[in-house]
């Protein structure tokens, strides 16, 4: 999923449009395999997924970032 969200980022920055459809759902599904494993295989997984959020927003902001029209 991290790689989606780099190359998401870049084709924004870059003035692409893309095609963010299934990304909600594959993070849902993600976030629910997590939470189902026990709590000390889940933990070192933390580091993992607070780099993920950081994609996630980082694309977001490229998302709200206004784009010069070509």
Same mark, same amino acid.
């Given at each position: 999923m991290r790689g989606t969200l780099l190359v998401a980022r870049a084709l924004v920055e870059a003035? *692409?449009?893309v095609d963010l459809?299934?990304?909600d759902a594959g993070a849902a599904a993600l976030c629910a395999a997590i939470a189902m494993l026990p709590v000390e295989t889940a *933990? !070192?997984?933390l !580091?993992?997924?607070v780099a993920l959020l950081a994609d996630v927003?980082?694309?977001g902001a490229a998302l709200a970032s206004p784009r010069p029209h070509t």
């Open positions: 003035g *692409r449009q459809t299934g990304l *933990r !070192p997984l !580091p993992a997924l927003e980082s694309l």
